[in-house]
């Protein structure tokens, strides 16, 4: 007799539906962002930013294991964001050199390896100081997944879509801190930190590999589009070398600069005559070319402003699950169920913000890629205040799931818009740069939060935890001392508005600027002319 009740039948079914929806959400992904080709590419950069950004928030998810495990305290957990960071802000800028002059897939592949074998390494720490050895190298590694995904980006999709592309491949950075909070979490508090550490490590082998072997490097300045309904990417950069040989050496950054630049020439914005490029990026000493970066207006103002806003979240995302076991005496099943809903928001805000300011953009309103994150930063430190004041966590939780939204929404267009002040030749070590002053700001974080929430914990008396098994409770001092270091730091989130705002003044004129920058096909003056190279 054919049993359809039993539980093998259920389990089969089961697995079946699950197979099926998998395949109906891949191929609603495929279709939104324009075809295989676009989506592999979509995606694997997404997975690389999601590892990235979870192995910063691993430290924070495990954080209650790590203190009673090896009995440190809040600046020390901090400490191994801080130095992973740091480490990381000093190895950026001869990455960004790298990325723009090798191939940067191989590249890429080839970190991905070197930061899983540092993450397997920390579960092996018997110790604080082997722990934070291996954040030194991971953080020395992790350092060029910045700069070559922003020129790889820059050089697959065109300016017009930058916005909405964006946002897919950052909401792969929040999927990342998801799995570090949540994932990591689950797994620390079932078994023990070390497991949380090796879990997360192995994805990394497999990326590498599926990253190497499946994206071709593209051609530099925009001669390797994917166009949407693209199949293949092995085709398409074949046809991509078949063009550019037919084309010789006709200009493809007047292609990629299209969007940005013309809605800036519909507002009658001129370049820079001081500040546009007329020699080879190529050719470019690395302290020339930082200066030259430092010295485009809109350029500084993104990096402060977006800087400010990093330092919070890094503060926020390393301390949130303690924060909120011990302010609000959750467990850590609610605790995670908590930042579930944040990442939801995050993704939210992330999704939306891109197609929002590239529409704007498409109507002339070329500063909605800076005036929108400047909203979304005032606006996240007005929604916070209330939810970090409150007592209960039910009220709380909308006000923290908009905040969440607002600040994750702010990046798609900040990362649209510092491709559009830069000449693509430059995209590397402007963001390398960017990075490492940013990665100051953001290394610092932790530890200035646990730092000053301990400093706060020690005027605030000690309750004594109710019942026997107090192992990873988080103390009412220390949650205390986090409460009053989050209300301090959001004034940096109301700073970052502020700047950005600033930025609305500058940035038509650097676009336009970055569109008149050298190409290969201006280096060489029509017969007759007698054009002049006037130098940087």
């Known amino acids: 007799m054919n049993d359809l009740g039993t539980p093998e039948r259920?389990?089969?079914?089961?697995?079946?539906?699950?197979?099926?929806?998998?395949?109906?959400?891949?191929?609603?992904?495929?279709?939104?962002?324009?075809?295989?080709?676009?989506?592999?590419?979509?995606?694997?950069?997404?997975?690389?930013?999601?590892?990235?950004?979870?192995q910063i928030a691993t430290v924070g998810a495990i954080a209650p294991q790590l203190e009673s495990s090896l009995h440190i305290g809040n600046t020390k957990i901090g400490l191994l964001n801080s130095v992973a960071l740091l480490v990381a802000a000093v190895a950026v800028i001869p990455a960004g050199l790298l990325v723009d002059r090798v191939r940067r897939v191989p590249m890429l592949a080839a970190s991905i390896v070197l930061w899983s074998v540092a993450t397997l390494l920390g579960g092996l720490a018997h110790s604080y100081s082997g722990l934070l050895l291996t954040r030194?190298?991971?953080?020395?590694?992790?350092?060029?997944?910045?700069?070559?995904?922003?020129?790889?980006?820059?050089?697959?999709?065109?300016?017009?879509?930058?916005?909405?592309?964006?946002?897919?491949?950052?909401?792969?950075?929040?999927?990342?801190?998801a799995v570090g909070f949540i994932v990591s979490g689950t797994v620390a508090s079932v078994f023990s930190w070390r497991a949380a550490f090796w879990l997360l490590a192995l994805p990394g082998f497999l990326l590498a590999r599926t990253l190497w072997r499946t994206v071709p490097e593209p051609r530099r300045g925009g001669q390797s589009r994917l166009e949407p309904g693209t199949q293949d990417l092995t085709v398409a950069r074949a046809d991509a070398d078949r063009a550019a040989e037919a084309a010789g050496d006709d200009d493809p950054a007047a292609r990629e600069q299209d969007f940005a630049r013309e809605a800036a020439t519909r507002r009658g914005f001129a370049?820079?005559?001081?500040l546009?490029?007329?020699?080879?990026?190529?050719?470019?000493?690395?302290?020339?070319?930082?200066?030259?970066?430092?010295?485009?207006?809109?350029?500084?103002l993104l990096i402060i402003?977006?800087?400010?806003?990093?330092?919070?979240?890094?503060?926020?995302?390393?301390?949130?699950?303690?924060?909120?076991?011990?302010?609000y005496h959750a467990s850590q099943a609610t605790a995670?169920?908590?930042?579930?809903?944040?990442?939801?928001?995050?993704?939210?805000?992330?999704?939306?913000?891109?197609?929002i300011t590239d529409a704007l953009v498409r109507r002339s309103q070329l500063e909605a890629r800076v005036w929108v994150p400047a909203v979304c930063y005032v606006g996240a430190a007005a929604c916070l205040i209330p939810a970090i004041l409150s007592s209960q966590l039910t009220p709380a939780i909308w006000f923290y799931v908009a905040g969440a939204a607002l600040i994750s929404a702010a990046n798609p267009p900040l990362d649209a818009a510092r491709l559009d002040i830069m000449p693509s030749g430059l995209w590397g070590r402007a963001e390398s740069t960017r990075t490492f002053l940013r990665s100051l700001a953001t290394?610092?974080?932790?530890?200035?939060?646990?730092?000053?929430?301990?400093?706060?914990?020690?005027?605030?008396p000690q309750q004594t935890p109710v019942g026997t098994h107090t192992h990873g409770v988080v103390s009412s001092a220390g949650a205390t001392g986090l409460q009053v270091s989050f209300l301090i730091m959001l004034s940096t989130l109301a700073a970052a508005g502020v700047f950005l705002l600033r930025a609305r003044k500058t940035y038509p004129t650097d676009v336009a600027t970055a569109g008149e920058a050298w190409t290969p096909s201006s280096s060489a003056p029509a017969a007759g002319s007698s054009q002049s190279t006037p130098a940087t």
Request: glycine share 14%.
């Open 271 to 274: 370049p820079n005559p001081k």
């Open 276 to 300: 546009v490029l007329r020699t080879d990026p190529n050719q470019m000493s690395l302290g020339e070319a930082v200066r030259y970066i430092l010295r485009v207006p809109t350029n500084m």
């Open 136 to 177: 030194v190298g991971l953080g020395a590694v992790a350092a060029t997944a910045g700069p070559a995904i922003a020129s790889l980006t820059g050089d697959y999709f065109p300016s017009r879509e930058r916005g909405r592309v964006y946002g897919y491949i950052l909401s792969g950075e929040i999927a990342g801190t």
């Open 336 to 355: 995670t169920l908590v930042l579930g809903l944040l990442v939801l928001g995050a993704l939210v805000g992330t999704l939306v913000s891109g197609p």
């Open 10 to 54: 259920f389990v089969l079914r089961l697995m079946r539906g699950v197979r099926w929806s998998g395949r109906v959400l891949s191929g609603q992904v495929v279709e939104l962002v324009g075809g295989p080709a676009r989506a592999r590419v979509i995606v694997l950069f997404g997975c690389v930013l999601a590892l990235s950004s979870a």
């Open 305 to 327: 402003g977006s800087s400010l806003g990093y330092f919070f979240f890094a503060g926020l995302q390393t301390f949130a699950v303690v924060f909120v076991r011990g302010h």
């Open 443 to 460: 290394a610092i974080a932790p530890l200035v939060f646990g730092a000053l929430a301990d400093l706060v914990a020690g005027f605030v």
